[in-house]
Nanobody, 124 residues
Framework: QVQVVESGGGLVQAGGSLRLSCAAS????????MGWFRQAPGKEREFVAV????????YYGDSVKGRFTISGDNAKTTVYLQMNSLKPEDTAVYYC?????????????????WGQGTQVTVSS
């Protein structure tokens, strides 16, 4: 099993910044990725960003490109999401997830392990 724990959410004013952290522990895999999704009330869970540790690729959702940055530590067990220029529409519960494979990483169905989520609220 893999445990996934997020931290760093909170309340921030529009234009501000927040940094989320995600730590994964437990089993390791030969190929895997760690990503962030978010879900606002009444909406589908949306892809935010992912690091594919197998190939070093990074992808972002269109709504966060240029504002959010995903990074990770050398141990490849922790990822961070630096969120700048936050907007009220970024308000959501942010989830970290681990995928055992390399494909379809923008789709939530590719992920095998999920954290409990951390709330991010951006006030106008």
């Amino acid at each position: 099993q893999v445990q996934v724990v997020e931290s760093g959410g909170g309340l921030v004013q529009a234009g501000g910044s927040l940094r989320l952290s995600c730590a994964a522990s437990g089993r390791t895999f030969s190929s895997y990725a760690m990503g962030w999704f978010r879900q606002a009330p009444g909406k589908e869970r949306e892809f935010v960003a992912v690091i594919n540790w197998s190939y070093g690729n990074i992808y972002y959702g269109d709504s966060v490109k240029g504002r959010f940055t995903i990074s990770g530590d050398n141990a490849k067990t922790t990822v961070y999401l630096q969120m700048n220029s936050l907007k009220p529409e970024d308000t959501a519960v942010y989830y970290c997830a681990v995928a055992r494979g390399d494909y379809g990483l923008k789709d939530k169905r590719a992920y095998d392990y999920w954290g409990q989520g951390t709330q991010v609220t951006v006030s106008s």
